[in-house]
T-cell receptor, first 111, second 118 residues
Framework: QKEVEQNSGPLSVPEGAIASLNCTYSDRVSQSFFWYRQYSGKSPELIMSIYSNGDKEDGRFTAQLNKASQYVSLLIRDSQPSDSATYLCAVWMDSSYKLIFGSGTRLLVRP | GAVVSQHPSRVICKSGTSVKIECRSLDFQATTMFWYRQFPKKSLMLMATSNEGSKATYEQGVEKDKFLINHASLTLSTLTVTSAHPEDSSFYIC??????????????FGPGTRLTVL
């Protein structure tokens, strides 16, 4: 089992819709979770971080964490074509002092 | 968010030469920086963890004599690809760890360096 798993996609949504990106992780003691956005040919950009169970909202983005289910998600409301990118879920591992990335989900927002 | 720069953004070199890539945290001090490489359409691969004032920790399979890392100050880490070969051509990305006294440390990425070895 991979440490951080994401559906590779592509996830295709129409402009204005809600895009829902999901991630599961294997280390039950993990405490810190991050979502990065990566455009083709560019480096990852931090979108959201979340540490507590529940929802965290920032503009059009909402991160959701459920530690009991070992599940993290990112919702993008009112999706725009400019949101088309690969979204990387990352989990910080205290034991190894490094960030473990999922393979990323490619999001396509259709105009 | 915190700003991390990388230089150069793009480099083309001949096989056998060495290339140095700089990673700087511009508005915070970073005791720890990380170096990644990424091939087209592939995931980020952690190469090594760079700690200020001490030796870098390399991931399994990464040749430390090939990829020299120096973290001489709290704002600068360098990666030198020695005797570069075409198979070293890749997108190299650094990140710096913004450590906070309360809350959780967060990694911020530099813009990346695209290396092409001819």
């Amino acid at each position: 089992q991979k440490e951080v798993e994401q559906n590779s996609g592509p996830l295709s949504v129409p402009e204005g819709a809600i895009a829902s990106l999901n991630c599961t992780y294997s280390d039950r003691v993990s405490q810190s979770f991050f979502w990065y956005r990566q455009y083709s040919g560019k480096s990852p950009e931090l979108i959201m971080s979340i540490y507590s169970n529940g929802d965290k909202e920032d503009g059009r983005f909402t991160a959701q964490l459920n530690k009991a289910s070992q599940y993290v998600s990112l919702l993008i409301r009112d999706s725009q074509p400019s949101d088309s990118a690969t979204y990387l879920c990352a989990v910080w591992m205290d034991s190894s002092y490094k960030l473990i990335f999922g393979s990323g989900t490619r999001l396509l927002v259709r105009p | 968010g915190a700003v991390v720069s990388q230089h150069p953004s793009r480099v083309i070199c001949k096989s056998g030469t060495s290339v140095k890539i700089e990673c700087r945290s511009l508005d915070f001090q970073a005791t720890t920086m990380f170096w990644y490489r990424q091939f087209p359409k592939k995931s980020l691969m952690l190469m090594a963890t760079s700690n200020e004032g001490s030796k870098a920790t390399y991931e399994q399979g990464v040749e430390k004599d090939k990829f020299l890392i120096n973290h001489a100050s709290l704002t600068l880490s360098t990666l030198t690809v020695t005797s570069a070969h075409p198979e070293d051509s890749s997108f190299y990305i650094c990140s710096a760890l913004w450590a906070v006294t309360s809350g959780t440390d967060t990694q911020y990425f530099g813009p990346g360096t695209r290396l092409t070895v001819l």
